[in-house]
């Protein structure tokens, strides 16, 4: 899956004005995805027997 090119100048920048306003740092970005369990990534049987459901994102 590909999203879009993230405004990094403007990320940037408003992470510095949270960090002088005491917030605590960013460590992700919302960004709306049509995905879903059945129609995207890759689910994974474990040696246990449980499941992990794995998805590859990238931002140009």
């Known amino acids: 899956m590909t999203v879009s090119q993230l405004d990094l100048d403007k990320l940037q920048q408003e ?3 949270d960090e002088q306003n005491g917030e605590p ?10 995905i879903t369990l059945t129609d995207g990534g890759v689910w994974q049987t474990l040696s246990d027997g449980s499941r992990i459901w794995r998805v590859r994102i990238f931002s140009p």
């Open 15 to 17: 992470d510095l004005i």
């Open 25 to 34: 740092p960013r460590f992700g970005y919302p960004e709306k995805v049509a």
